[in-house]
């Protein structure tokens, strides 16, 4: 059974960072793109960041662009989203998600269950 588990999430200032990570087990990492997303109370799941199966191409929300960077180690089979200038607006459950490399959030095969970040004022 895929099993994807995001770690990192926490209560941070506005203008801090945090990174977070995607620890992946039962599959083959190396073989799907790697997605984050995220949802805030009373909005929908929202696309922020692919990376390619290489970890040569990446795409963001235009959103995070600038702030956010988002990486992969295969030999870990974990991925990583690296947050810094964070703002109240950041404040969601992030979501990390495998499949194409697509900001499209019906795209993906498999989710993990989400790690909260919230950014305080």
Do not use: H
Not at 3 to 14: F, K, N, R, T, W
Not at 59 to 75: C, E, H, M, P, Q
């Amino acid at each position: 059974q895929v099993q994807l588990v995001e770690s990192g999430g926490g209560l941070v200032q506005a203008g801090g960072s945090l990174r977070l990570s995607c620890a992946a087990s039962e599959f083959t990492f190396s073989y799907y793109a790697m997605g984050w997303f995220r949802q805030a109370p009373g909005k929908e799941r929202e696309f922020v960041a692919a990376i390619r199966r290489s970890g040569d191409n990446t795409l963001y929300a235009d959103s995070v662009k600038g702030r956010f960077t988002i990486s992969r180690d295969n030999a870990k089979n974990t991925m990583y989203l690296q947050m810094n200038s964070l703002k109240p607006e950041d404040t969601a459950v992030y979501y990390c998600a495998a499949g194409p490399y697509s900001g499209n959030i019906k795209s993906y095969n498999y989710w993990g269950q989400g790690t909260q970040v919230t950014v305080s004022s």
